[in-house]
C-alpha cells in the first residue's frame, strides 16, 4: 500500500501479505487475459506477437506460481 501505516487493523491482513495477494491474483488475470490476446494474434497468423504474448504468459504463470508458494509458506508458518 502507498501509506506509511499499516491497514491491517482494518482488513485483517497485513499490507505485505495483501499485496502478496493482490500481485498473484493479477498475475493469474494477466496470463487470462493473455489468451485472448494470443487468439487474436494466432487469428491473424502474426507469430512474432503469439510468440511475445505467450512469453508474457508463462511468465504471468511464474509470477503467480512464485507469489503462491510464498503464500502458502506464510500461511502455514
Same mark, same amino acid.
Given at each position: 500500500?502507498? &501509506?506509511?501505516?499499516? &491497514?491491517?487493523?482494518?482488513?485483517? &491482513?497485513?499490507?505485505?501479505?495483501?499485496?502478496?495477494?493482490?500481485?498473484?491474483?493479477?498475475?493469474?488475470?494477466?496470463?487470462?487475459?493473455?489468451?485472448?490476446?494470443?487468439?487474436?494474434?494466432?487469428?491473424?497468423?502474426?507469430?512474432?506477437?503469439?510468440?511475445?504474448?505467450?512469453?508474457?504468459?508463462?511468465?504471468?504463470?511464474?509470477?503467480?506460481?512464485?507469489?503462491?508458494?510464498?503464500?502458502?509458506?506464510?500461511?502455514?508458518?
Amino acid at each position: 500500500m502507498a &501509506t506509511n501505516m499499516e &491497514t491491517g487493523s482494518v482488513t485483517g &491482513t497485513k499490507d505485505k501479505d495483501y499485496d502478496l495477494v493482490w500481485f498473484v491474483e493479477s498475475c493469474l488475470k494477466n496470463a487470462l487475459r493473455l489468451e485472448t490476446y494470443i487468439q487474436d494474434a494466432e487469428r491473424e497468423k502474426d507469430e512474432p506477437v503469439v510468440e511475445l504474448f505467450r512469453k508474457a504468459q508463462a511468465d504471468s504463470r511464474k509470477g503467480a506460481e512464485i507469489g503462491k508458494k510464498l503464500l502458502r509458506e506464510r500461511l502455514a508458518g
